[in-house]
């Protein structure tokens, strides 16, 4: 079994999974407790659980958050951020919220959510592959 390591809290051990499931500019994600990975986040790696309920990362690799969302591309939201506006398309349905991600510029994006549903009024993380126009 693999997963996909997004971020990782070094204070509370916790990281943020995601489970694969992609939809309308949302990727599903969910927080695990986890040992400190050898290598900082996003990162692949194999998991192995033991009798007792505690987690190993295996062969863990390093990653891109462009990778992820060119994983995800029917899925990702293509637009823009700009002061701090997130405004774009996902799935032919136009998307407007406030961002909270230090970035500003063209976008092909995924946010991280707990459930996948109704797109949310504010993101705080993102998942960015930044367009180069020229």
């Given at each position: 079994m693999s997963m996909?390591?997004?971020?990782?809290?070094?204070r509370t051990g916790?990281?943020?999974a995601a489970t694969g499931k992609a939809a309308c500019g949302q990727i599903e994600v969910r927080p695990i407790k986890i040992p400190p990975p050898p290598i900082s986040p996003p990162l692949r790696?194999?998991?192995?659980?033991s009798p007792n309920g505690g987690l190993a990362l295996i062969s863990p690799a390093p990653t891109s958050?462009?990778?992820?969302?060119?994983?995800?591309?029917?899925?990702a939201i293509e637009g823009e951020i700009r002061r701090g506006i997130?405004?774009?398309v996902a799935c032919g349905r136009k998307i407007k919220a406030k961002s909270y991600v230090p970035y500003e510029g063209p976008l092909l994006g995924l946010v991280p959510v707990k459930r996948l549903g109704d797109f949310p009024r504010a993101v705080f993380r993102m998942l960015i592959y930044r367009?180069?126009?020229p």
């Open positions: 996909i390591l997004i971020d990782y809290d070094p916790v990281g943020l790696a194999g998991i192995l659980r958050e462009a990778d992820l969302v060119l994983e995800n591309i029917d899925y997130l405004t774009g367009l180069a126009l």
